[in-house]
């Protein structure tokens, strides 16, 4: 492992000031359960590790009237832990209990999993599908992305150099909605997701006529993909098989996958469109306000 | 334990109990040790003034080297040595007996430290010593390699086509007949077996199927690097410490290639970390002792997880083609099967042990098999459980449920109908001793899994059987009588898989002892006689026969002893369960004679050796259910069990976990495992995380049936059962998946993608899958 140097500021400024100029030696480091290893196996050599998780902004975990603010360092078991998310935001909390295990879960957190804009990673698509929006802070101050348009290509982002991302901003849910995440992996544990789907939607009070939906995909394109035109095509259609497998069909034309490792082009094609059906139907009885079993790896 | 609960797991039970403690579960000797961490692998090895060292690889698949030139890495602050090939003495094109199998030891050598060209990537280049591993890996990446690079080939019948690329210039196809090809080639050997007439065995059938199969490079998935630290001392002498199948080959290969005489090494074995064939042939510990012999320091060397699936032996990918012919009662008239097997960079793949397996569980009238061993642009493959039955099984086992499918007739009866039995000629001519196939079958036609109706959707069942060889080879121990009546024993088997507790039991069984009164070590190259690899079944069969010869050994002395103490005549004195007596009602336990030893003439030492025994092989039949997913192809295992000939189980708990083990193996083999190529020859998942090994949420609780059919050359009649239970499985669950789903698979892994495929396939062409 190369020689790097490691600064802990306390303070957003101080961060950026430590980012400005740096062109990139210079690495965030929240959890670390991807930087670390990376650094390890040579495949990124920064010259300086900022550890961003002693700075207050990225450490908030916070429900109001106004939305759901996550700090951009806040762990996965927080967050899994939190009831209200759990209830409210549960593609999220779907998404952080699949993350590695219980130590990997207790370091890494979403605002990491985002900022590594890997195609697979699984906290994306749930964001997707709740609305997130990303809260940046630079040397020219402060700006807003929605998270759909956060990762520009594998590995790559619209952050700029000595920019951070602080917090993740939800809107707050609305009644009668419910929302899932799943993924498809090979073995029941210890996988990166072949596909993944994240969704939510919003059931009419009469929890039979979807409002609204969204879904997020995950591993079939070069970036995590917002499968938007499939999310309005539910919207006024009644919450039944048949509208979920129209939408299901739209999302996987969406898809743009590669053959790789992981999975063929065939089979993510395919399972796109298997995953959305299951994980909207997911969706739509958490809206119900039934429980939902998720058995390991389906 | 998972064993289906029948009283101590064996023919006996509490009354008709033949043993005193062959067939119980002691606690194992080296237990504690493990369980508490306090065990030494090779990653512990610490000394005095220690160097750490890195390897520096070939990020080429195929490349000839033009210069290698190590003056910036020599120039790093800290770097105590820098050695490549040029250090490593030219061993000639030799062929050297490694105890299991024999090799090349130029190819060896080229393998160890590449020469003129690097075959695979990762192939091993040059390695640098230095005060600590940051700065050897530093170093090393600054030693500058220049390449000619060279198109590589990575399939196996492609690399048998006359305009393929060619790997190694000295390699010509040798046939069994004796016959050398004349020009440069991938095709090393050509092996043929041909037993009655073929032809006619053919035209007598009454249904004849023929299929092609492929299947995926797999490694062995030890969790254990490889490890080697070494010392070259300044008298000459070397020391290795390492974490080793075999110590002795790990001495004798050092010796070959460091033309240096084996009485000037010494090898220690430290506890290992999982083997499975993989850790027979060296890799690193050539490397570390030249880089200590260069620093005048002992030099650790490590390799990380990337290397051990790019640069150590797994076992080959393979294309076989499998013919079987059935009279209208279905019975097998005639077989036939072409194995082509991907050897890695230098010719040795186990085709020729997969050309002997691929028929073995059955008695055929009429057949010929062909196999070759071909060099492809991946990592010299070695021996993993069972080397190349596996392969093999998968395509006859999936051939003959397809002929039991299409006759209609019942997988079981019909392999009790075929198996092979005692005087059964193989068709590569071996004649079988009393084996036990028909009661594996059997077993598994009488167990509760069997009987149990498999019902719901997407759920299917599968049988398969297999067979392994057991070998003999040379194995020594010696036993010390202690004065407070237990026993020290030393044995040269390092303990992979439970050894040291079913070898101090059949020592302990022969001198009427407790097996906890028996203390095994297992000792290095200078502590105890020759022995061979653990490998090959054959540790608790031919190394329990040297246990047991040196008890045989003890109780000859101590008979003497006791009629020395009494003034009697040897004649008149006994050795019965632990008791020693003698005329007139005279009596000592064996606790009460070790007592007087320092007294009466001094220390009491057996010794025992066994040498080239000849076992009868191992035969398992396992039976499976599943569910698939038809819309993702994935594939859940609901129940396994597991019916295997274990002679005379010593430790059933070791049995059934080494079933255990093996069917887990099996699974990820079936399921899973591949090395993922691109075209460059660049392995794409050479990490854990996606060369996907079972987790423990993969696989169900696997039931084992212990079936005893006492080996007649062993004296408790035991048995290898290490390595047969990988055989079955992948034609198990492919035989499960097309119950399930009625798709067949005729590739490894049968991963999601793979499954789905052929669910996809199936549904488009709107019937069944043609053949």
């Known amino acids: 492992m190369r020689d790097f140097e490691y600064a802990a500021p306390a303070s957003l400024d101080e961060a950026i000031e430590l980012f400005t100029g740096k062109n990139g030696s210079a690495k965030a480091l929240a959890g670390g359960t991807d930087l670390i290893d990376h650094v390890r196996t040579g495949r990124l050599s920064p010259d300086l590790i900022v550890d961003i998780k002693k700075i207050s902004e990225l450490n908030i975990l916070e429900n109001s009237s106004s939305g759901f603010r996550l700090g951009a360092a806040v762990s996965c078991n927080r967050i899994y832990r939190d009831e209200t998310i759990v209830s409210e935001y549960s593609a999220l909390a779907d998404s952080c209990r699949i993350i590695g295990g219980v130590q990997i879960q207790s370091r890494a957190s979403v605002g990491g999993n985002l900022c590594n804009s890997g195609p697979a990673a699984d906290t994306t698509p749930a964001l997707i599908a709740l609305e997130a929006t990303c809260v940046i802070a630079g040397p020219n101050g402060t700006r807003e992305v929605a998270v759909e348009d956060f990762c520009t290509a594998p590995g790559q982002n619209v952050l700029q150099s000595g920019e951070i991302l602080v917090e993740l901003k939800f809107p707050p849910r609305q009644e009668n909605s419910g929302s899932h995440y799943r993924r498809f992996i090979p073995r029941y544990e210890m996988d990166i997701a072949v596909v993944g789907v994240g969704a939510s939607v919003v059931l009419d009070s009469d929890r039979e006529t979807i409002v609204s939906a969204r879904i997020g995909l995950g591993a079939v394109a070069p970036t995590p993909l917002f499968a938007e035109s499939a999310g309005d095509l539910l919207a006024g259609m009644p919450a039944n098989d048949d509208s979920i497998a129209q939408a299901a069909l739209e999302a996987q034309a969406a898809a743009k996958p590669i053959d790789d490792m992981r999975g063929t082009k065939e089979f993510r094609v395919h399972v796109t469109r298997v995953l959305t059906e299951r994980v909207l139907k997911a969706a739509v009885a958490r809206a119900k306000g039934e429980s939902v079993e998720v058995a390991i790896g389906h | 334990m998972a ?243 075999g110590s002795f080959t790990v001495r004798q290969q050092v010796s070959e290639l460091l033309q240096i005489p084996v009485s000037k090494i010494k090898v220690v074995p430290m506890e290992i970390g999982g083997g499975f064939g993989g850790k027979i042939s060296v890799y690193l510990q050539p490397v570390a002792a030249l880089l200590s012999k260069k620093s005048g320091r002992p030099v650790k060397l490590i390799m990380d997880r990337a290397s051990v699936f790019e640069a150590t032996g797994p076992t080959p990918g393979s294309y076989i083609r499998v013919k079987i012919g059935v009279d209208s009662k279905g019975m097998i008239s005639a077989a036939e099967a072409y194995l082509a097997y991907e050897a890695g960079a230098y010719p040795g793949s186990p085709v020729n042990p997969g050309c002997m397996c691929i028929f073995a569980c059955y008695d055929i009238p009429n057949g010929r098999i062909d196999g070759f061993d071909v060099c492809v642009n991946k990592p010299r493959t070695n021996a993993y459980r069972a080397p190349g039955a596996t392969n093999a099984a998968f395509a006859a086992e999936t051939v003959i449920d397809e002929i039991c499918e299409s ?365």
Request: glycine share 10%; with cysteine; net charge negative.
């Open chain 2, 3 to 245: 064993t289906i609960d029948k009283p101590d797991a064996g023919a006996q039970t509490a009354d008709s109990r033949k043993y005193n403690v062959i067939g119980t579960r002691p606690i194992r000797h080296d237990g504690t040790d493990k369980v508490t961490g306090r065990a030494k692998y090779g990653a512990d090895v610490k000394l005095t003034g220690m160097l750490y060292a890195a390897m520096l690889r070939s990020p080429h698949a195929h490349a000839r080297i033009k210069s290698i030139d190590t003056s910036k890495a020599e120039a790093v602050p800290g770097v105590r040595a820098v050695v490549t090939h040029a250090d490593m003495p030219d061993p000639g094109s030799r062929v050297a007996e490694l105890g299991e199998g024999a090799v090349n030891l130029r190819h060896l050598s080229s393998n160890v430290l590449a020469r003129d060209k690097v075959l695979y990537k990762g192939h091993a280049i040059a390695a640098v010593a230095a005060d600590n591993v940051h700065i050897a890996e530093e170093a090393a990446n600054l030693i500058e390699v220049e390449y000619d690079l060279l198109p590589p080939v990575l399939d196996v019948r492609e690399a048998m086509q006359d305009d393929a690329p060619i790997l190694n210039d000295d390699v010509r196809t040798e046939s069994l007949a004796g016959e050398t090809g004349d020009k440069p080639t991938n095709t090393a050997m050509h092996f043929r077996y041909e037993k009655g007439d073929v032809a006619k065995g053919f035209a007598d059938a009454h249904l004849v199927i023929e299929r092609e199969f492929e299947t995926a490079t797999v490694h062995q998935g030890y969790i254990e690097p490889h490890n080697a630290t070494a010392l070259w001392n300044a008298d000459g002498h070397i020391t290795i410490w390492t974490s080793t199948q």
């Open chain 2, 407 to 771: 006759l209609k007739l019942d997988p079981v009866e019909f392999r009790l109908n075929n198996a092979s039995k005692e005087g059964v000629r193989r068709i590569d001519g071996v004649e079988y001793p009393r084996v036990g196939m028909w009661e594996t079958v059997d077993a598994i036609r009488q167990s509760e899994h069997w009987k149990s109706p498999l019902e719901g959707p997407h759920r299917g069942r599968g049988v398969a059987s297999g067979f392994w060889f057991n070998c003999g080879l040379k194995s020594s121990a010696s036993a010390t009588v202690n004065g407070d009546g237990t026993v020290s024993l030393v044995e040269g088997s390092t303990d992979i898989g439970g050894s040291r507790a079913s070898i101090a039991m059949q020592l302990a069984e022969t001198l009427g002892i407790a097996a906890e009164e028996v203390n095994p070590t297992v000792g290095d190259t200078d502590s105890v006689g020759y022995t061979d690899v653990t490998g090959g079944s054959r540790v608790t069969f031919a190394t329990g026969i040297a246990a047991y010869e040196a008890a045989c050994d003890i109780k000859r002395q101590m008979v003497e002893r006791a009629a020395l103490i009494w003034d009697v005549d040897s004649q008149d004195v006994h050795y019965g369960d632990g008791t020693i007596t003698g005329p007139g009602d005279k009596e000592f336990s064996f606790k009460e004679l070790a007592a007087e030893l320092h007294k009466s003439g001094g220390p009491i030492i057996g010794r025992g050796t066994s040498s080239a025994a000849n076992q009868g092989g191992a035969f398992g039949t396992h039976c499976v259910d599943v569910d698939v997913d038809p819309e993702t192809g994935k594939v859940e295992i609901l129940r396994y069990t597991i019916a295997q000939d274990a002679g005379t189980a010593i430790h059933p708990s070791y049995v059934e976990g080494q079933m255990q083990g093996g069917v887990v193996q099996g699974i990820g083999w079936a399921l899973n495992e591949e090395y993922f190529y691109d075209d460059s020859g660049v392995m794409n998942n050479a990490s854990f995380l996606d060369y996907r090994i079972p987790t423990c949420y993969d696989v169900p609780m696997i039931d084992t049936i212990i079936v005893e059919v006492p080996d007649p050359e062993h004296p408790y009649g035991v048995r290898g059962v290490g390595e047969v239970p990988i055989v079955p499985p992948p034609a198990a669950l492919a035989n499960a998946i097309h119950n399930a789903v009625g798709v067949r698979m005729r590739q490894l892994p049968m991963s999601p993608p793979a499954v789905l495929h052929e669910i996809l396939d199936k549904q488009s062409s709107g019937n069944g899958q043609s053949s």
